[in-house]
């Protein structure tokens, strides 16, 4: 009976402990308010503060797991890459590269795309901009430079089709030629099963020159198959387009 009594005590006075425990765990490792005041500083355009505040929780081993913060990370370097004070983007050289890392491994850290949702807006802005950025490379055959911006794009999502085929062709021309072939078989897996579903407008743009300066790269080359397989690729994602009918006709397709 004493034994019996003795361990309802203790289990009353566990109680509250457990409670406590309970509660410990519910509490957010990262307080909605100062979510609020990164959001308010993003939209008031005090992107340094952003950076101040959301590293402390990525390089935090309690908090470092949390998606939001490289979200905002990421958002600020890019709005500061994107900016008109000369002096911030000077001070902030290769924002860009840092937009795109940042949000590499938010999408890692966001693994069940919980809120990625809330930013396909940026991410699409992101991609228009790391695509631009890599066509002037590819245009003055810088391919080197080229490559990591293409490889963040497919990082940030793995369907991203045109991705691949431009990293497989930047790779081509760096004569990386078997690891050029794997991503390239990659978009071609892509292609031949999910066609041009899910792709955003901006990837579509990136898919359609990433085919047109593939095909061409290659019916240069002499590969006039391989140049055509590109084009029936995507033959009905971009039915009567004249760009890509055009290097059909001129490589007798």
């Known amino acids: 009976m004493k034994t019996t009594l003795l361990f309802a005590l203790l289990g009353l006075l566990a109680l509250p402990l457990q409670s406590f425990a309970q509660d410990e765990e519910e509490k957010p490792l990262i307080p909605q308010e100062d979510y609020d005041e990164l959001l308010m500083w993003m939209v008031d355009g005090k992107y340094e503060k952003v950076l101040f505040k959301a590293i402390r929780y990525t390089e935090?081993?309690?908090?470092?797991?949390?998606p939001l913060p490289y979200a905002f990370m990421s958002e600020a370097f890019f709005r500061i890459s994107q900016s008109d004070d000369a002096e911030l983007v000077a001070e902030y050289d290769g924002a860009l590269k840092d937009a795109l890392k940042y949000a590499s491994k938010f999408r890692k850290k966001d693994r069940d795309n919980e809120y990625f949702a809330d930013y396909v807006a940026y991410f699409n802005e992101?991609?228009?901009?790391?695509?631009?950025?890599?066509?002037?490379?590819?245009?003055?055959?810088?391919?080197?430079?080229?490559?990591?911006?293409?490889?963040?794009?497919?990082?940030?999502?793995?369907?991203?089709?045109?991705?691949?085929?431009?990293?497989?062709?930047?790779?081509?021309?760096?004569?990386?030629?078997?690891?050029?072939?794997?991503?390239w078989e990659t978009a071609k897996n892509l292609l031949t099963e999910f066609g041009g579903k899910g792709l955003e407008d901006v990837q579509r743009d990136l898919l359609h020159y990433a085919v047109r300066y593939t095909s061409e790269m290659l019916a240069d080359e002499g590969d006039?198959?391989?140049?055509?397989?590109?084009?029936?690729?995507v033959a009905e994602i971009f039915p009567d387009d004249r760009e890509l009918n055009a290097i059909r006709r001129s490589i007798g397709g």
């Open 60 to 66: 935090d081993d309690k908090t470092s797991k949390e």
């Open 126 to 183: 992101l991609r228009r901009a790391t695509m631009n950025e890599a066509e002037v490379f590819v245009d003055d055959e810088k391919f080197t430079r080229a490559k990591s911006y293409y490889k963040y794009l497919y990082v940030i999502d793995e369907g991203d089709a045109g991705a691949w085929i431009m990293y497989g062709t930047v790779l081509w021309k760096t004569k990386a030629r078997r690891d050029a072939e794997e991503s």
């Open 224 to 233: 006039r198959a391989g140049a055509m397989e590109w084009l029936n690729l």
